[in-house]
């Protein structure tokens, strides 16, 4: 009885792995999803925005986007692979690879953000600019 219970532990377990693992690709397969959309998404805009000279912060601003979005999938593989083979070098290598992630994801993200505020602040001055010319014009 006592080997029956420890072999259907280890048929659970295996059964676990296989499923972590699988999760795992899943996951890495999506990064690399988001990585492949976010370059075409920003090629499209490249295309439709060339002639304009602000187009620039606007391409790094839909790219950077996509490239969060990779970075918080990556790190949700690598916490997976973990969970499966927890030694203390992959602890280790996890513990280092979430760090680096961690601050490109923060510093891309401040990045982002203070692009997105410039770009409104643009626009709003444009709005009172056309405002201004309409009250002219009158």
């Not at 999803?33 to 998404?41: D, E, F, N, Q, S």
């Not at 805009?45 to 187009?55: F, S, T, Y």
């Not at 070098?89 to 996890?94: D, G, Q, S, T």
Request: hydrophobic fraction near 50%; proline fraction near 2%.
């Amino acid at each position: 009885m006592e080997v029956t219970r420890v072999f259907e532990i280890a048929s659970l377990r295996e059964g676990m792995m296989h499923g972590v693992e699988l999760f795992q690709l899943l996951l890495e397969i999506i990064s690399i999803a988001c990585v492949v959309i976010g370059l075409g998404k920003t090629l499209w805009l490249a295309a439709r925005v060339r002639d304009h000279q602000p187009g620039f912060p606007r391409i790094r601003l839909c790219f950077g986007s996509w490239l969060i979005l990779a970075l918080e999938f990556q790190l949700a593989a690598d916490i997976l692979a973990t969970t499966v083979a927890p030694s203390k070098e992959e602890l280790i290598r996890l513990a280092i690879i979430a760090v680096i992630r961690t601050f490109l994801n923060y510093f891309l993200g401040k990045e982002l953000e203070a692009q997105a505020e410039r770009q409104q602040e643009k626009a709003e001055r444009q709005q009172e600019q056309r405002s201004e010319q309409a009250k002219a014009a009158q």
